[in-house]
Protein backbone atom coordinates (compact mmCIF):
# COMPACT_ATOMS: atom_id res chain seq x y z
CA UNK A 1 0.00 0.00 0.00
CA UNK A 2 1.44 3.29 -1.04
CA UNK A 3 1.56 6.05 2.41
CA UNK A 4 -1.21 8.58 2.31
CA UNK A 5 -0.46 12.01 1.58
CA UNK A 6 -1.68 12.41 5.24
CA UNK A 7 0.84 9.80 6.64
CA UNK A 8 4.02 11.14 4.69
CA UNK A 9 3.01 14.81 5.47
CA UNK A 10 3.30 13.43 9.47
CA UNK A 11 6.43 12.23 8.33
CA UNK A 12 7.99 15.60 6.99
CA UNK A 13 6.54 17.04 10.47
CA UNK A 14 7.64 14.65 13.24
CA UNK A 15 11.72 14.68 10.90
CA UNK A 16 11.37 18.32 10.60
CA UNK A 17 10.58 18.68 14.45
CA UNK A 18 12.89 16.62 15.69
CA UNK A 19 15.60 18.44 13.37
CA UNK A 20 14.90 22.03 14.10
CA UNK A 21 13.87 21.62 17.98
CA UNK A 22 17.19 19.08 18.40
CA UNK A 23 19.30 21.67 16.83
CA UNK A 24 17.83 24.67 19.36
CA UNK A 25 18.15 22.67 22.25
CA UNK A 26 21.59 20.94 21.42
CA UNK A 27 22.31 25.30 21.23
CA UNK A 28 20.56 26.21 24.16
CA UNK A 29 21.84 23.73 26.49
CA UNK A 30 22.55 23.77 29.23
CA UNK A 31 21.94 27.48 30.19
CA UNK A 32 24.65 29.72 30.68
CA UNK A 33 22.32 31.78 33.35
CA UNK A 34 18.92 32.00 34.85
CA UNK A 35 17.07 33.85 32.27
CA UNK A 36 16.83 33.48 28.35
CA UNK A 37 19.43 35.54 26.21
CA UNK A 38 18.89 37.64 23.63
CA UNK A 39 20.91 34.95 21.59
CA UNK A 40 18.48 32.48 22.17
CA UNK A 41 15.18 34.09 21.40
CA UNK A 42 17.02 34.83 17.83
CA UNK A 43 18.11 31.72 17.26
CA UNK A 44 14.31 30.24 17.97
CA UNK A 45 13.10 33.25 15.60
CA UNK A 46 15.61 31.80 12.75
CA UNK A 47 14.98 28.05 13.35
CA UNK A 48 11.05 28.61 13.62
CA UNK A 49 10.91 30.40 10.00
CA UNK A 50 13.14 27.60 8.89
CA UNK A 51 10.80 25.23 10.47
CA UNK A 52 7.65 26.81 8.49
CA UNK A 53 9.99 26.93 5.55
CA UNK A 54 10.72 23.09 5.55
CA UNK A 55 6.72 22.29 6.32
CA UNK A 56 5.76 24.33 2.79
CA UNK A 57 8.96 22.98 1.19
CA UNK A 58 7.76 19.23 2.33
CA UNK A 59 4.16 19.89 0.99
CA UNK A 60 5.14 21.22 -1.85
CA UNK A 61 7.46 17.84 -2.76
CA UNK A 62 5.06 15.55 -1.48
CA UNK A 63 2.24 16.71 -3.79
CA UNK A 64 4.47 17.04 -6.41
CA UNK A 65 6.29 13.34 -6.18
CA UNK A 66 3.40 11.15 -4.51
CA UNK A 67 -0.19 11.56 -5.81
CA UNK A 68 -2.41 13.79 -4.18
CA UNK A 69 -5.42 11.58 -4.26
CA UNK A 70 -6.86 12.16 -0.46
CA UNK A 71 -7.41 15.74 0.23
CA UNK A 72 -10.50 15.60 2.43
CA UNK A 73 -10.54 13.62 5.23
CA UNK A 74 -12.66 11.10 5.72
CA UNK A 75 -13.97 9.20 9.29
CA UNK A 76 -10.53 7.19 9.38
CA UNK A 77 -8.60 10.08 9.28
CA UNK A 78 -10.41 12.29 12.12
CA UNK A 79 -10.36 8.84 14.23
CA UNK A 80 -6.62 9.11 13.95
CA UNK A 81 -6.37 13.39 14.33
CA UNK A 82 -8.41 12.19 17.63
CA UNK A 83 -6.24 9.99 18.67
CA UNK A 84 -2.99 11.66 18.04
CA UNK A 85 -4.59 15.17 19.70
CA UNK A 86 -5.62 12.86 23.10
CA UNK A 87 -1.69 11.54 23.48
CA UNK A 88 -0.71 14.65 22.71
CA UNK A 89 -2.28 16.86 25.19
CA UNK A 90 -1.23 14.54 27.65
CA UNK A 91 1.78 15.20 27.22
CA UNK A 92 1.28 18.99 27.07
CA UNK A 93 -0.90 18.99 30.57
CA UNK A 94 2.64 17.66 32.04
CA UNK A 95 4.40 19.96 30.34
CA UNK A 96 2.27 22.68 31.85
CA UNK A 97 2.31 21.33 35.54
CA UNK A 98 6.09 20.54 35.05
CA UNK A 99 6.44 24.37 34.30
CA UNK A 100 4.20 25.64 37.17
CA UNK A 101 6.80 23.35 39.32
CA UNK A 102 9.83 25.20 37.60
CA UNK A 103 8.08 28.76 38.27
CA UNK A 104 7.98 28.01 42.19
CA UNK A 105 12.00 25.97 41.94
CA UNK A 106 13.74 27.43 39.57
CA UNK A 107 15.28 31.11 38.82
CA UNK A 108 14.85 32.88 36.01
CA UNK A 109 12.51 32.01 33.17
CA UNK A 110 14.91 30.07 31.12
CA UNK A 111 13.33 26.53 32.38
CA UNK A 112 10.00 27.65 33.10
CA UNK A 113 9.99 28.89 28.93
CA UNK A 114 12.21 25.69 27.85
CA UNK A 115 10.15 23.24 29.67
CA UNK A 116 7.03 25.18 28.55
CA UNK A 117 8.40 24.83 24.42
CA UNK A 118 10.27 20.92 25.37
CA UNK A 119 6.36 19.87 26.35
CA UNK A 120 5.23 21.41 23.18
CA UNK A 121 7.63 19.87 21.13
CA UNK A 122 7.32 16.42 22.40
CA UNK A 123 3.51 17.01 22.55
CA UNK A 124 3.52 17.44 18.79
CA UNK A 125 6.16 14.59 18.09
CA UNK A 126 3.48 12.12 19.50
CA UNK A 127 0.65 13.60 18.10
CA UNK A 128 2.44 13.10 14.60
CA UNK A 129 3.95 9.53 15.55
CA UNK A 130 0.44 8.26 16.88
CA UNK A 131 -0.68 9.36 13.39
CA UNK A 132 1.75 7.48 11.67
CA UNK A 133 1.27 4.43 14.32
CA UNK A 134 -2.12 4.30 13.52
CA UNK A 135 -2.25 4.86 9.69
CA UNK A 136 0.30 2.38 9.34
CA UNK A 137 -0.90 -0.49 11.68
CA UNK A 138 -5.18 0.10 11.78
CA UNK A 139 -6.31 0.58 15.45
CA UNK B 1 -14.65 1.93 14.68
CA UNK B 2 -13.74 -1.35 15.71
CA UNK B 3 -9.88 -2.35 16.36
CA UNK B 4 -7.35 -4.46 14.26
CA UNK B 5 -8.17 -7.95 14.75
CA UNK B 6 -11.78 -7.42 15.37
CA UNK B 7 -14.67 -10.26 14.80
CA UNK B 8 -15.61 -8.62 11.66
CA UNK B 9 -14.96 -10.27 8.20
CA UNK B 10 -15.56 -9.15 4.49
CA UNK B 11 -15.61 -9.63 1.36
CA UNK B 12 -14.81 -6.63 -0.27
CA UNK B 13 -11.85 -7.94 -2.64
CA UNK B 14 -14.46 -10.38 -3.88
CA UNK B 15 -16.42 -8.35 -4.69
CA UNK B 16 -14.19 -6.01 -6.51
CA UNK B 17 -13.14 -8.72 -8.22
CA UNK B 18 -16.68 -9.56 -9.41
CA UNK B 19 -17.78 -6.02 -10.33
CA UNK B 20 -15.29 -5.82 -13.39
CA UNK B 21 -12.02 -5.40 -11.06
CA UNK B 22 -13.41 -2.62 -9.87
CA UNK B 23 -10.38 -0.78 -8.10
CA UNK B 24 -9.51 -0.06 -4.74
CA UNK B 25 -9.87 3.85 -5.65
CA UNK B 26 -12.83 3.60 -7.94
CA UNK B 27 -14.87 2.15 -4.63
CA UNK B 28 -13.46 5.13 -2.81
CA UNK B 29 -14.69 7.40 -5.12
CA UNK B 30 -17.88 5.69 -4.97
CA UNK B 31 -17.93 5.46 -1.20
CA UNK B 32 -16.64 8.88 -0.57
CA UNK B 33 -13.42 7.77 1.33
CA UNK B 34 -9.84 7.36 0.86
CA UNK B 35 -8.21 4.60 -0.84
CA UNK B 36 -6.35 4.13 2.09
CA UNK B 37 -9.23 3.42 4.21
CA UNK B 38 -11.32 0.77 1.51
CA UNK B 39 -7.25 -0.32 1.84
CA UNK B 40 -7.66 -0.65 5.76
CA UNK B 41 -10.76 -1.96 5.68
CA UNK B 42 -10.30 -4.86 3.21
CA UNK B 43 -7.63 -5.55 5.08
CA UNK B 44 -9.31 -5.66 8.73
CA UNK B 45 -7.15 -3.18 9.85
CA UNK B 46 -10.27 -1.05 10.64
CA UNK B 47 -14.18 -1.39 11.22
CA UNK B 48 -16.01 1.65 9.33
CA UNK B 49 -18.96 3.19 10.69
CA UNK B 50 -22.58 1.57 9.79
CA UNK B 51 -23.11 4.80 7.15
CA UNK B 52 -19.87 3.91 5.28
CA UNK B 53 -20.36 -0.24 5.59
CA UNK B 54 -23.88 0.57 4.20
CA UNK B 55 -22.13 2.63 1.50
CA UNK B 56 -20.12 0.17 0.59
CA UNK B 57 -23.01 -2.40 -0.05
CA UNK B 58 -24.66 0.14 -2.15
CA UNK B 59 -22.02 0.80 -4.39
CA UNK B 60 -21.75 -3.53 -4.80
CA UNK B 61 -25.98 -3.43 -4.77
CA UNK B 62 -26.14 -6.49 -2.51
CA UNK B 63 -27.37 -6.56 1.31
CA UNK B 64 -25.04 -5.37 4.09
CA UNK B 65 -24.32 -8.74 5.14
CA UNK B 66 -22.99 -10.11 1.69
CA UNK B 67 -20.19 -7.62 2.20
CA UNK B 68 -19.71 -7.99 6.01
CA UNK B 69 -20.03 -11.11 8.47
CA UNK B 70 -19.69 -10.88 11.72
CA UNK B 71 -17.87 -14.24 13.66
CA UNK B 72 -18.21 -14.14 17.08
Not at chain 2, 33 to 62: G, H, W
Given at each position: MNNSFKENYHWVTLISIVLIYGYYFVKVLPPSGPDITAENVTLFAGL??????????GAI????VAKFNDPHPD??????????????????????F?????????????????????????????????????????? | MGKSG???????????FDHEEMTQLELAEKVGVTRQTV?????????????VAFRIAMAFDVPLDEVFKYKP
Amino acid sequence: MNNSFKENYHWVTLISIVLIYGYYFVKVLPPSGPDITAENVTLFAGLLVLLVVLHIVGAIVLIAVAKFNDPHPDERDQLVNLKGSRNASWILTTGVFAGMAAVLLAPGNFWVLHILLASLVVSQLVESATQIFHYRRGF
Amino acid sequence: MGKSGSHIANNIRKLRFDHEEMTQLELAEKVGVTRQTVYAIEKNKYSPSLEVAFRIAMAFDVPLDEVFKYKP
